[in-house]
């Protein structure tokens, strides 16, 4: 079986696609820089899987660090996963956000060009659009402008590995444009960890749902949609997982050696509905009001799928009503509630 390296593997995406590779069997081995992360994913990642597995503190920018690794494990594949991706914060540090997410990378791409590790599987965004002219979208709308440092590193970093994919035949690269994640493992063992107020909508919805936050304010309901709030795609993070697990499979089947897959349900949910599913599925009284529109969000984006299914013979399989579920049970397992 292939051994795979990932990056950022302490981290909430990483640490689900090291369970579902473990658990096909692969020889995995992750390394992360705990700069956004701890290694409390790790424990939950063992306990899953029953394996104790194999973890190295690093950072994707130390080329000393990364050498002597690549050195020592003769790997077959990368998954990148480790970068920053905070939209605001990438606004106020756009510095820190470039010579993270693009020197990360550029050390990463180099080191396996000298130790011939040629597959390498890139976690991108659905931000890499923009706001789409064509809904559903598929992975040939035009990237428009980035709506934050953070979109623009992830558009840079497809055109880098483009660049580089094209100049080395024998690298072969997907790259996975991922909605929004949601959700976390079933077992409540892994899942998210915001650092600080969160960002995203869910994990505000549970941490309001148990009481660390006051209320949730929705932003904005004056949209062009059917209830007025924007329109996401929301997609379960062991479906997302599940994904990278085919892209590995089927790394050398693909049309071309530089290839990009939409991960999403195909399904478009407004931010007001899945507040209403999230109460309907946990029987939680929600404190949320409608407040003021967010700068930067995009009225509404959802995927088409299709490449995927037919490509890599992936779909999603998780409901909503599921993620809000397994988000709740993580949320009660972080504040030590019986689930
Ligand atoms: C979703 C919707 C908000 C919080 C970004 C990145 C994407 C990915 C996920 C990294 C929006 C609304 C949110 C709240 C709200 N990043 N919302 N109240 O902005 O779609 O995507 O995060 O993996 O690449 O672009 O996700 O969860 O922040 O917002 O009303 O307290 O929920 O306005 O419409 P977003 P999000």
Known sequence: MKKILLTGGAGYIGAHTAVELIQKGF????????????NSLLDGIEKITGKKINFVEGDCKDSTFLDQLFRKEKFDSVIHFAAYKSVNESVREPLMYYNNNLRSMTELLQVMGKYNVNEFIFSSSCTVYGQPDVIP???????KKAESPYGATKQMCERLLEDVAAANKNLKAISLRYFNPVGAHPSALIGELPIGVPNNLVPYVTQTA????????????????PDGSCIRDFIHVVDLAQA???SIEKINEMPSNNEAFNLG???????????????????VNLNYEIGPRRTGDIEKVYANPTKAKDLLGWQTRLSLEESLRDAWRWEQKLANKPI
């Open 27 to 38: 020889d995995v081995v992750l390394i992360d820089d705990f700069s956004k992360s701890d």
């Open 137 to 143: 979208v598929d992975e040939t709308a035009p990237f």
């Open 210 to 225: 148990i009481g660390l936050r006051e209320k949730l304010v929705i932003f904005g309901n004056n949209y062009q949609t």
């Open 244 to 246: 990278h697990v085919k």
């Open 265 to 283: 349900t195909g399904e478009g949910v407004t931010v007001l509905s899945l507040v209403k599913k999230f109460i309907e599925v946990t029987n």
